[in-house]
């Protein structure tokens, strides 16, 4: 039987031993979070954990979250600590690169032809990996980074999220190609449970709005196609005509009505599988169910009960 192992960073402390890990990770929530549950009573070389000017545990501290099986570790989680709960047992609320995003003032930002890159020229100099479209005209004021992101993705339907240190901003599965990786699982073998349901293509009702925006006047064009009581998707462009965006509209519509799995499933911590991954799935039993699907979500919850991964799919590769 396989040991569950950790190790976990909080500033300049280390430590191995926790009650539980929660960890929140998608493409799709601006902000990965995570929760550290350990005993109360902790002290480091004389020193109280989190009382007093001189704790151990600050606010702002770098925290990195290592989990695996038998120390062969993955690193799940890195980010800041923003919250302690100073109870018995104690939690720490972390929160990933982007709560220090959330920290940045962007008292007034206006551009006529703007880029990601040139909003975020004066604000952020980490790596980034976006695209070079022209994004149009673009007003902010009196708000932080993290809700530029906001309206990136409310106007234009471009996500941001960080992986691997490198802040992403535009289409997810783009972005991450160069370093997605794919799993295999096997329902008859390391699916713990599900909540996976199979749908027909006929049976998945979309209702897909497409927006147009100019950049030359900031005028909107507006287009509505797919099944009218179907779960709404809304997808932003820039300058495209009205059959251009019939033509986009339909295309999402082909891309989200497709035949297989929709749902999540529960497995082991192994594979380790990531937001933006692909996860293969096998049914021995109806092997034509059998398919490959892209990773929306993931949560990872380590403690007394083991070491799960709880995946959400979203749509099908092949």
């Not at 880029?115 to 020229?121: E, M, P």
């Not at 692909?278 to 039993?285: A, G, H, K």
């Amino acid at each position: 039987m396989k040991q569950l192992t950790s190790y976990i960073q909080i500033g300049n402390f280390e430590f191995d031993f926790i009650n539980e890990v929660q960890i929140e990770s998608s493409w799709d929530s601006l902000t990965d979070t995570c929760t550290i549950t350990i005993p109360k009573k902790l002290q480091w070389k004389g020193k109280d954990v989190v009382q007093g000017a001189n704790a151990i545990f600050q606010i702002g501290s770098v925290v990195r979250v290592f989990l695996g099986y038998d120390y062969a570790f993955e690193l799940v989680f890195e980010g800041f600590l923003t919250r302690i709960e100073p109870k018995r047992p104690l939690k720490l609320y972390c929160e990933d690169a982007m709560w220090n995003l959330k920290q940045t003032e962007v008292k007034g930002l206006s551009q006529r032809n703007a880029t990601v890159k040139s909003l975020l020229s004066d604000y952020y100099k980490g790596e980034l990996k976006t695209f070079e479209a022209d994004l149009g005209k673009f007003r902010i004021q009196n708000a932080t980074l993290a809700n530029v992101f906001e309206e990136l993705d409310k106007n234009y339907s471009l996500k941001t999220f960080f992986r691997n240190g490198v802040l992403h901003v535009g289409t997810p599965y783009l972005l991450t190609a160069d370093d997605r990786k794919k799993h295999s699982f096997d329902f008859e073998k390391n699916i713990i449970d599900s909540d996976l349901e199979y749908k027909r293509k006929d049976e998945v009702k979309i209702k897909v709005k497409a927006i147009s925006i100019s950049s030359k006047d900031n005028s909107k064009i507006e287009v509505t196609k797919g099944d009218t009581e179907g779960e709404l998707r809304t997808i932003n462009k820039v300058d495209l005509s009205k059959a251009q965006l019939e033509e986009e509209a339909i295309r999402q519509i082909d891309l989200l009505k497709y035949e297989g799995f929709r749902g999540s499933f529960e497995s082991f911590g192994e594979p380790f599988v990531r937001f933006c991954d692909i996860v293969e799935l096998t049914d021995p039993n109806i092997q034509e169910r059998n398919g490959e699907y892209f990773v929306k979500s993931v949560s990872y919850s380590f403690g007394m009960n083991g070491y799960r991964q709880n995946v959400e799919l979203d749509k099908k590769v092949s």
